[in-house]
């Protein structure tokens, strides 16, 4: 089970652990991440500042997975932990469908800050193409805040993910969110990523206009190019 940098986009990410080579098809995974931000639905999670992040996963050959993960936040002191559970099937050769469930919560040194909770469900064409829709009754734009308030998210997201000669591949992905009580945003990502053995390296460039709607503050929002190493530990 490959991992992969939380500046992709979810779906590409999806895209590049769905289908595995017959040994991984009961295994555990690790990787190690260090990068200049934390960029998730096209708002970065460190105000800019560079984030290491650890994530573990697990599948099964009936095709239930877990995951976990923990990542630093904006000042050091606060870590952003994540738990997940999912099931994937492989239909034949070219369609793959995926359906889970993640758990967002942040914490500062001993003090828990707020989380929020996300489902979705997503299908994938030849390891090339997929389409992820996701449904949050508790997004907090936020959630290094206690009190910040939860809203009713639902995002839609479209990724490609295609190999280049040797060890060089190209991500994009474009996404849109709407919430029940705050303007919409779009997001989009183009990423160059080359992979040798366990490292990885990505240069992603990720635009929304979350901070033009008035959904956060555009310093939280604005376009950025965001470099990650990742390296795989198992």
């Known amino acids: 089970m490959r991992l992969t940098p939380r500046t992709l986009p979810l779906t590409a ?14 295994d555990w995974s690790a990787a190690a991440a260090l990068g200049t931000d934390l960029v998730a639905k096209g708002l970065s999670k460190t105000g800019g500042q560079p984030a290491v992040s650890l994530d573990l996963g697990w599948r099964n050959d009936a095709g ?49 800050a707020s989380g929020y909770t996300e489902a979705y469900a997503s299908v994938g064409w030849r390891g090339q193409v997929s389409l992820l829709v996701a449904l949050s009754p508790d997004t907090r734009m936020d959630p290094s805040r206690p009190d910040a308030p939860a809203h009713t998210s639902r995002l839609a997201e479209l990724a490609v993910h295609q190999r280049l000669a040797g060890p060089w591949a190209v991500d994009a992905g474009v996404g849109h969110i709407d919430f029940n009580d705050l303007p919409s945003y779009r997001y989009a990502s183009l990423g160059l990523g080359w992979s040798q053995g366990p490292w990885q390296v990505f240069i992603t460039r990720i635009d ?15 376009g950025r190019t965001v470099f990650t190493v990742t390296r795989q530990l198992r």
């Open 13 to 26: 990410s999806l895209l590049m652990t769905g289908v595995l080579p017959p040994a991984w098809a009961t």
């Open 64 to 112: 239930w997975t877990l995951s976990a993960g923990a990542a630093t936040l904006h000042d050091r002191r606060a870590v952003e932990l994540t738990l997940g559970v999912g099931w994937q099937r492989q239909w034949d050769a070219d369609w793959l469908t995926q359906l889970g469930m993640v758990r967002y919560d942040n914490t500062r040194g001993r003090q828990a």
């Open 208 to 222: 929304s206009n979350a901070g033009q709607r008035g959904v956060v503050a555009p310093s939280v929002a604005g």
